[in-house]
């Protein structure tokens, strides 16, 4: 009994990877991204050059991942886009939320 109050009140704790990532997407990436990914947050407008569309599955067929991964750790030199450096489960789960924008419910 009391061990599984134990394990349900660490599973509660530790939130979903997808969650996580939600969570940091909104807080940090959003504004210019968009809240669907579709690079049209309200920060965009202002922008030279239009952030790309995660929700597009093209995206990620021609984007390799350790680019995108590399790009939110040291951003990407001549934009905006600076680096938003974070642990590597952190990161992970922020991956995963972003390729979910291009997958078809
Ligand atoms: C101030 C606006 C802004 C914020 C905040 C921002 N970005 Fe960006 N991001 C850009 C712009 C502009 C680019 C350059 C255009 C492009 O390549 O999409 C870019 C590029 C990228 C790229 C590379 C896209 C490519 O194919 O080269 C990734 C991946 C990315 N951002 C992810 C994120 C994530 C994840 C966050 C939050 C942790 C974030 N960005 C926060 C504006 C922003």
């Not at 807080?27 to 965009?44: N, Q, R, V, Y």
């Not at 239009?50 to 929700?55: E, G, K, R, V, Y």
């Not at 990407?76 to 680096?83: F, L, S």
Request: overall charge neutral; aromatic content about 6%; some cysteine.
């Amino acid at each position: 009994m009391g061990m599984i109050a134990l394990l349900v009140g660490a599973l509660a704790a530790e939130p979903a990877p997808l969650e996580l990532g939600q969570s940091i997407y909104a807080a940090k990436c959003a504004t210019c991204h968009g809240s669907t990914g579709k690079g049209d947050g309200p920060a965009a407008r202002a922008l030279p050059q239009p952030p790309a569309n995660f929700s597009d599955p093209e995206y990620w067929k021609r984007t390799d991942e350790a680019m995108v991964r590399g790009v939110i750790e040291t951003g990407k030199p001549g934009t905006v886009m600076r680096g938003f450096p974070m642990k590597p489960d952190r990161l992970d789960a922020l991956v995963l939320y972003l390729r979910s924008f291009a997958e078809t419910p």
